[in-house]
């Protein structure tokens, strides 16, 4: 089960962090990957980590500003969010896939990832 929590409203330029809690599975056998849906648009990939091989990925847009990590003692991952803009306004999503399956190419398809948590609600407004 993944529990996505820690969005909210905030400012252009400002800061949030969401967390997604995993219960029933060790973050050793699976990667987490975050989503985001946009009103009117599909669900598009954001980032990513693969903690049992140290690996992340970041899509373009959000390189340089977000920051995902893990905190393996209470079974987390963070999506440290900074200079956000108005385009980051989304619902965003927490998904677990089996860690053999996330690369390069297949970190961002949504069908690779088993679970899914409940989105929680970004808005980048002044």
């Known amino acids: 089960q993944l529990q996505a929590s820690g969005g909210g409203l905030v400012q252009p330029g400002g800061s949030l962090r969401l967390s997604c809690a995993v219960s029933g599975f060790t973050l050793d056998d699976y990667a987490i990957g975050w989503f985001r849906q946009a009103p009117g648009k599909g669900r598009r990939g954001v980032s990513c980590?693969?903690?049992?091989?140290?690996?992340?990925y970041y899509a373009d847009s959000v390189k340089g500003r977000f920051t995902i990590s893990t905190d393996d003692a209470k079974n987390t991952v963070y999506l440290q969010m900074n200079s956000l803009k108005s385009e980051d306004t989304a619902v965003y999503y927490c998904?677990?896939?089996?860690?053999?399956?996330?690369?390069?190419?297949?970190?961002?398809?949504?069908?690779?990832?088993?679970?899914w948590g409940q989105g929680t609600l970004v808005t980048v407004s002044s």
């Open positions: 980590i693969n903690p049992s091989f140290g690996t992340t």
């Open positions: 998904g677990a896939a089996r860690m053999h399956r996330i690369s390069t190419s297949s970190w961002s398809i949504g069908y690779e990832y088993d679970y």
